[in-house]
């Protein structure tokens, strides 16, 4: 059985960032990259700081729901901002 791919970005909030500081901020919106070999090891693939997708703890972020129109606007917004750092 094949599992439904999010039909937009998924995102999440940063509790914890005690051993990334320079790569993590608290309390900061993050935009999820699927890497479904990480989950299964407990990691996570965000957008840090660098603007560069990395692994980090599973348990440092807290996923968020958005309503899709938000998703689609901030997807739109994070990529603008990859672009300008570029």
């Given at each position: 059985m094949?599992?439904?791919?999010?039909?937009?970005?998924?995102?999440?909030?940063?509790?914890?960032?005690?051993e990334y500081p320079a790569s993590l901020e608290l309390h900061k919106l993050y935009r999820v990259m699927p890497d479904e070999e990480a989950a299964l090891d407990g990691d996570i693939?965000?957008?840090?700081?660098?603007?560069?997708d990395y692994l980090y703890p599973v348990e440092y972020f807290v996923v968020i729901k958005v309503p899709r129109q938000s998703?689609?606007?901030?997807?739109?917004?994070?990529?603008?901002?990859?672009?300008h750092a570029a």
């Open positions: 094949k599992t439904r791919k999010p039909s937009h970005s998924q995102f999440v909030v940063c509790v914890e960032n005690s693939r965000v957008i840090d700081e660098s603007g560069e998703a689609l606007a901030l997807a739109k917004s994070f990529d603008r901002g990859v672009r």
